[in-house]
């Protein structure tokens, strides 16, 4: 059975930055293609960013540059580091694995 569990979101103010974790339980992490989604009220769920089990990287084109996805498949972990943040990044951030299963989201807002 896979579950993943977010950490790492909370209140930053602009221009901070944030490091969200998913650890990963089951078999398979190592092979499996891990993404971060984020949903603002009203709005639908986005692709952030993803990670497949070669390392290669793929980005929301408005992200790119601010935001990094990296992997510790020792630790069945996955990352996003969040620099530069804006107001517009306020969002619920959830995790993903395989397009197929999804952790419970961890909130994260932007505001001074």
């Known amino acids: 059975q896979v579950q993943l569990v977010e950490s790492g979101g909370g209140l930053v103010q602009p221009g901070g930055s944030l490091r969200l974790s998913c650890a990963a339980s089951g078999s398979g992490f190592s092979i499996s293609t891990m993404g971060w989604y984020r949903q603002a009220p009203g709005k639908q769920r986005d692709l952030v960013a993803r990670?497949?089990?070669?390392?290669?990287?793929t980005y929301a084109v408005s992200l790119k540059g601010r935001f990094t996805i990296s992997r510790d498949n020792a630790k069945n972990t996955v990352y996003l580091q969040m620099n530069s943040l804006k107001p517009e990044d306020t969002a619920v951030y959830y995790c993903n694995k395989d397009q197929k299963y999804w952790g419970q989201g961890t909130q994260v807002t932007v505001s001074s």
């Open positions: 990670i497949n089990s070669g390392g290669s990287t």
